[in-house]
């Protein structure tokens, strides 16, 4: 052995440190720290006193993990290795090397002698080409199982702190969305970025408007508005992404698609959407929507909630662009048949030079035998859509004037508080009928029931939670609804003003009354509108108060 340690070596030095700078000395004694430059110095000092290894190069890799061996100087340094131009590794302590066990063990106890590598790791004592080895031999596995327990422990930390942080509404992402910054008072806090957040509402604003996610990207880079990607170069970040194909990014109808579908606009904050099965394995997978962190009201809202809701449901809606077109048209997405509920659809026809625009039941169209074509006129349904929006117009400021009146009551309180008890029902529903379940099935393994009773009760009790779930939605809509318009003191009715004297339609005043439209076989337009709920809420409230009022006596006063 002492023959072979006399021979000249070509070595490599190999630096590690993760990001997690608690990466310490193993056993948790903070002997020295692991800095890049530490170790460096103690293995140059260890060489001056073997001339017999010459130091070719060094490899570092600064921020990453050594929980696994994926690390780019590490497999440049292994690729040399496998040429015959390094024959020694250097490294400061085992877990500098790797925290990895299994891998560990096989790179020193396997894959080096193979190869014929030195291999020696200062700290730990080990050198592979020294003699006294055995005892060595028997320590190495315990120390590299040591260094995984400690890297497995640091991960659960992370990880748990992590959560924490998440749950208590601090931002933890590598990077703030477009429109947001992080605050230079606590980088945990999100902030609007005052350049950004004009360009997110706009992009939100052409939406409503009836414009598709590659318009809306057309006009953004027709306007050299910089991209996500494009804007954090600009301003100094070294953000890199996975979409980027070429030398200068733009707009794109993903991007914009990105942003719509973002809830985290709306002041929630939305984290822990993805995750890895453990410390070792770094493949990402998308964790189920129910597991997701969610924390409103964690920082300022750039859209409100009401306008993001409404940009959800049209997303769903069929609003393709007319050929030829820069926007939907008026009703697209809107107008459905009365009978058979399929869509409508919008087609133009000429006759002596005049154009006409009419709709027709789409199931009509492709089978004559499904449905009768309910032909209706496009001005037909203007007119009796702008009637109707200006009726409501005028009961809404009916409305604000008859609560204005009464002293001292909130409406606006009211009808939360009436949502949130609606919502605490809706999820007493759904607790007690995962119970259930659960007991229905500890029935059938009884065999108290048959699998087919079994499946049917199951079956009736997810219906009845995806009822209860959908109700949720729908009263967290309407709750949106109502906190959008409370801004001071402005009251939810008083959003209706603005259309007190209007006279005609345009594609956000549909979007924005409109939920549906119904076409009769016999040309009759049915309406249902946006905010039914809100309304039958407000006459309730006012007939339950007049009600109040009568059935108060009046105090007769003491003549003296």
Not at 198 to 227: T, Y
Not at 402 to 417: M, N, T, V
Not at 462 to 483: F, P
Not at 536 to 547: D, P, R, S, T
Request: proline fraction near 2%; aromatic fraction near 8%.
């Amino acid at each position: 052995m002492q023959k072979f340690i006399d021979m000249t070596y070509h070595a490599a030095i190999y630096l590690r440190l993760s990001k997690e700078d608690g990466d310490f000395s193993q056993l948790g004694e903070k002997k020295e720290s692991n800095s890049i430059a530490n170790q460096r110095k103690l293995i140059k000092d260890y060489l001056k006193h073997h001339p017999e290894i010459i130091l070719t190069q060094e490899f570092c890799d600064d921020g990453f993990t050594g929980a696994n061996f994926d690390r780019p100087d590490f497999q440049r340094m292994i690729e040399l290795v496998k040429k015959k131009e390094i024959d020694c590794i250097i490294v400061k302590d085992l877990s500098r090397f790797g925290r990895d066990y299994i891998e560990s063990g096989k790179y020193i106890e396997k894959i080096f002698p193979a190869l014929g590598i030195r291999f020696i790791a200062i700290n730990d004592n080990y050198d592979s080409a020294a003699n006294q080895q055995a005892g060595n031999e028997i320590i190495l596995p315990f120390k590299n199982l040591i260094n995984d327990s400690y890297s497995r422990d640091i991960s659960i930390k992370v990880r748990s702190n992590l959560d924490i942080k998440r749950r208590n509404g601090e931002f933890v992402g590598n990077h703030a969305i477009y429109g947001y910054q992080r605050s230079e008072e606590n980088k945990n806090q999100l902030v609007i970025d005052k350049t950004a957040a004009p360009v997110v509402e706009s992009i939100f604003r052409m939406k409503i408007d009836g414009f598709s996610p590659a318009q809306i990207a057309d006009r953004l880079n027709q306007d050299g508005v910089l991209s996500p990607y494009e804007y954090k170069r600009h301003c100094g970040s070294r953000y890199q992404s996975g979409f980027r194909k070429q030398a200068r990014t733009v707009w794109s109808p993903v991007a914009i698609y990105r942003i719509l579908k973002n809830e985290m606009y709306t002041g929630t904050l939305v984290q822990g959407k993805t995750t890895t099965p453990n410390h070792k394995v770094k493949v990402r997978s998308t964790k189920d929507e129910s597991e997701w962190v969610r924390v409103e009201n964690a920082h300022e809202a750039i859209i409100p909630p009401a306008t993001f809701d409404m940009v959800q449901k049209l997303m769903l809606e069929d609003s393709r662009s007319p050929v030829g077109g820069e926007a939907v048209h008026l009703f697209s997405g809107k107008v459905f048949c009365a009978d058979c509920h399929s869509s409508m659809i919008r087609r133009k026809t000429k006759s002596h030079g005049k154009e006409y625009v009419y709709f027709i039941c789409g199931a009509n169209k492709q089978n004559k035998e499904i449905c009768s074509p309910h032909r209706i006129t496009e001005q037909a349904v203007y007119d009796t859509v702008l009637a109707v929006i200006q009726s409501q117009v005028s009961l809404a400021l009916d409305l604000e004037s008859a609560l204005k009146e009464l002293d001292g009551i909130s409406w606006e309180r009211r009808e939360l508080e009436r949502i949130e008890r609606g919502i605490a029902r809706q999820e007493e529903v759904i607790e007690y009928n995962k119970k259930m379940k659960a007991m229905v099935y500890e029935d059938f393994k009884m065999e108290v029931i048959t699998l087919d009773e079994y499946k049917i009760l199951k079956a009736d009790c997810d219906q009845k939670i995806q009822d209860a779930n959908d109700s949720i939605a729908h009263l967290i809509g309407n709750r949106n609804k109502v906190n959008s318009g409370l801004t001071g003191q402005q009251s939810w009715l008083s959003q209706f003003r603005k259309y007190q004297n209007i006279q005609e339609l345009t594609r956000r005043v549909v979007i924005h009354f409109v939920e549906r439209i119904e076409i009769t076989a016999d040309k009759q337009i049915s309406l249902t509108l946006n905010h039914a709920d809100q309304f039958q809420a407000i006459l309730e409230f006012l007939e339950e108060y007049q009600g109040q009022q009568k059935n108060v006596q009046p105090v007769e006063k003491e003549v003296g």
